[in-house]
């Protein structure tokens, strides 16, 4: 990337693009914007030479002149033969030519340039430069999906409008299109609604907020008022900031769920009519919309305000996480289903979102919403944001419908992205930028007739644990880079061969976050340990994301040195490694099952299969404060059964593992464990250990039998473990199936 600081020409090196181009010819030679340069542009191109235009005059001394297309250098013309916001951009030496069909395929080749440019340019402190010097360059390049979004939540915690805007400018310089605006929750209302004061009064402001992780007992709290809201002055003003950089906003208003927080400051909206505090912690929560009259005249009036704003097609109406058991209680609810003829309370919420989207359409707006409203029947018009997985997804394409991926398990920028002590509070997960780079939005499940009914994909910012701008950026960046190729230049089909080449554009794009004063996370260098197995001999490996960075270690305090090939494992071992000062702490136990062979009967879900099978007998066990590792294995609602061979028959005397047990995360250690195990001799016993849970403890850690095994040597063992089952009324994830999360399998 071409290098900052005081200059007044640019240097000129490899572009490295990001999201990068369909194709791209580099060539000899390149283009000098000066004093000299005019620009030219067709009448549709307005948004692209007006940003051209002011990025060069606050990035330079430079102004750009406009002038008639013959004595022009710089060009901008139509093209109908190009696909919807596809562009060619050809920089030669003597001029610059943009062609595109729409104004949005101009403004996305004026981001390309924008990024051929010296990154010194976005910093408006840096207008030293009178002279800039681009490669010359031809590119062809088009979306390959139609929908490429990141969103944010505000409601958890507020952002002003300055940090929405700023937001917005990084989705437009990556080529995203849309802005996913979470703006209601139980925690908070953020937008200003005229016919309904209290949501801004009173429901925009909690009285105080947990303070650490929800897991964390027993939970404490700040103490201090927390809120702010958005003016419908101050929403026109971003909207229409937006619109300037090519992104449309889809505003969210939660319903029937996630909506305590209107529910406090008008308690008849309820199905209880008792007054309820804004939440103060995080969750989700029994106090729901109750689908009467007066209900729907309030969501119709604010969405009649909410669709004023907004001028875009897509109202979001969330759907997701609604307990029912209000529902359930209610008289009047229950009458209502008798009433239309429903089956029970997922269809009544079916009823809900149909009849909300019917006044959406008849205001000429489409709705949005989480997959949960599959359930009970979806709306005729609906499009579905599958966040559960793919199977959401999945479903309603091949029932006809409009659908963006933001699974969990690849999407949730609100997860870890890496495995050190000192990262940033975050909910939990794990979600690595490779993974992201290795996100593939359209399900395998799906023909390619049903793959056309995928409109993208989008990045989720959900920030209960994120109190400030900086934090947001630092969870956001550089996963949104990966994020914006797959949603751009497509989902690679060789993660192995292309991510390098990605990882090398990312750490040059560094130097652009730098200037634009971005806090991101800075992984690039990290190392990472892994235990392998070679001919039942056992080794640990040790990888680096970037090529040509070399490691040092130490092993069991010995004395350092490099990294030539994996090392031998034969006992328990420390190892700590370096590279450019980033210190990877492995420690492995060696335990009689460590050259064991495992199988499951079912996979780990995938958001939490990164480690694989070989995670549960490789000596390494997981973090004992968070389950988003690669050493933990998560199964959603599975009943698991773990089977344990051993190559040579071993004596055992003690089996042992530990359950990850957050119950506010619908995370709950098993009520049992069985272990069946089968001798040298072919005699068979069986062990059942019964769990006691305690709620408050994060950990269960088991020994499986607590009565001596029988004498002898061991072939083969398995572990049966039932799911917790269906979260009971009252919990958070009621009416869900528990996850089960299992942690390293130690055999003595």
Known sequence: MIGCGEQTESAVTSPTLIPKPQQMELRDGQFLLDDNTRL???????KAVGFLRNYVQLGSSLEIPLGEQLQ???LLLPDASLPAEGYTLDVSEEKITIKASDGRGAFYAVQTLRQLMPVSMES?????????????VFIEDAPQFRYRGMHLDVARHFFDVEFVKEYISHLSMLKMNYFHWHLTEDQGWRIEIKKYPRLTSHAAYREETLIGHYNDTPHQFDGKRYGGFYTQEEVREIVAYADSLNVTIIPEIEMPGHSQAAISAYPELGCTGKPVPVATKWGVFEDIYCPTEKTFAFLEDVLTEVMALFPGEYIHIGGDEAPKIQWK??????????ELGLEDENELQSYFIKRIEAFVNSKGKKIIGWDEILEGGLAPNATVMSWRGTQGAIE???DGHDVILTPGSHAYFDHYQAEHEDEPLAI???LPLKK?????PIPSELTREQAQWVLGAQGNVWSEYMTTASHVEYMVFPRILAMSEVVWNGPSTSVEEDYPDFLRRVESFMNRLDQLEVNYANHLYDVEGKVVRKQDSLYYELLTAMDGKSIWYTMNSEEKRKYEHPIPITGNTRLEAYVQNRIHVGEVTYHKGVSASVTLNVEPHPAYATGGKEALVNGVAGSSKRYGDKEWLGFWGDDLEITIDFSEPVEVSKVSTRFFNANGQWIYAPKEVQLRATLSNGEEFGVKQLIELDTDTLLEEVVVGKTPYPKGSYKRLVLTIPNYGVIPDGKQGAGHKAWTFIDEIRIE
């Open 40 to 46: 030219f542009a067709a009448a549709p191109f307005e």
């Open 72 to 74: 022009a250098n710089i």
């Open 124 to 136: 408006e402190k840096a207008k030293a430069l009178d002279r800039i010097a681009i490669p010359s």
């Open 329 to 338: 209680e209610s008289t009047f609810c229950q009458n209502l289903i008798k």
């Open 396 to 398: 309603a394409a091949q």
């Open 428 to 430: 939990g997960g794990f």
């Open 436 to 440: 992201v780079y290795s996100f593939n």
